[in-house]
């Protein structure tokens, strides 16, 4: 059976791919591709850890985690259509007066 | 034509965060103590486990580790409640999408308050 450490390992990178994603891209699309590996690395921890344990909370906490990466997709790309209808552009930049 | 390009307009810098983020994360997670994984019995039913932990069906079946069924606890509140918010997301993006003749209101709302041009 794979160690547990292996699966965490694989989670940091996914995970980290979706950070740097985040941090060095404007487009907004690929703002929601990055959020959606962050959000699935912590999948892998949760199915790893339910191995681990040989518990199934942690399958069925993976289950909750997907539906709420969809409903954060619908949300998200509607976001996406009225920057899109605003701006012209889908740069996460260009809307600066909801900063703060 | 248009096709896939490499983007050439990173911010590289702060990528490096990322990079930086992950050399730490790998210390530490291959440098952490696990016991041996338990796993689940080879002829257990994941999948059934799963259904019954949804629909709150546990105590309606002798769950046992390693007898068929994976122990599991309820959540029959927690699929309604995510019911909900799914439906709340879908109402909610239709509602952002929908193009409206009359839409000042939510031209403002959505605009960030810029000024009409």
């Known amino acids: ?44 921890n949760l199915v790893a850890f339910s191995q681990q344990w040989g518990n199934l909370n942690g399958q069925v906490f993976a289950l909750f985690t997907m539906a709420l990466a969809a409903a954060e997709v619908a949300v998200g790309l509607g976001i996406i259509l009225v920057l899109y209808r605003n701006f012209e552009d889908i740069d996460v930049t260009s809307p600066t007066t909801m900063r703060w | 034509m248009n096709r896939p390009r490499l983007a050439t307009n990173l911010n590289l810098a702060a990528g490096v965060a990322a990079l930086g983020l992950f050399a730490v994360m790998a210390l530490v ?37 390693g007898e068929g069924i994976p122990s599991t606890e309820s959540f029959l509140l927690a699929f309604e409640l995510i019911d909900v918010v799914l439906v709340a997301a879908l109402v909610g993006s239709i509602m952002l999408a929908r193009r409206e003749s009359d839409d000042s209101l939510r031209k403002t709302l959505t605009d960030g308050g810029r000024d009409e041009e």
Do not use: H
Not at chain 1, 7 to 19: Q, R, T
Not at chain 1, 24 to 40: G, P, Q
């Open chain 1, 1 to 44: 059976m794979i160690p547990t450490q292996w699966y965490l390992l694989l989670s940091a990178g996914v995970f980290c791919i979706g950070l740097f994603g985040i941090l060095t891209r404007k487009n907004a699309l690929i703002f929601l591709m990055s959020v959606e590996l962050m959000l699935n690395a912590a999948n892998i």
């Open chain 2, 29 to 65: 997670f291959v440098g952490a103590e696990f016991t041996d994984p338990n796993g689940f019995a080879s002829g257990a039913s994941i999948m059934e486990g799963i259904g019954y932990a949804l629909f709150d069906l546990t105590g309606q079946f002798d769950v046992r580790p």
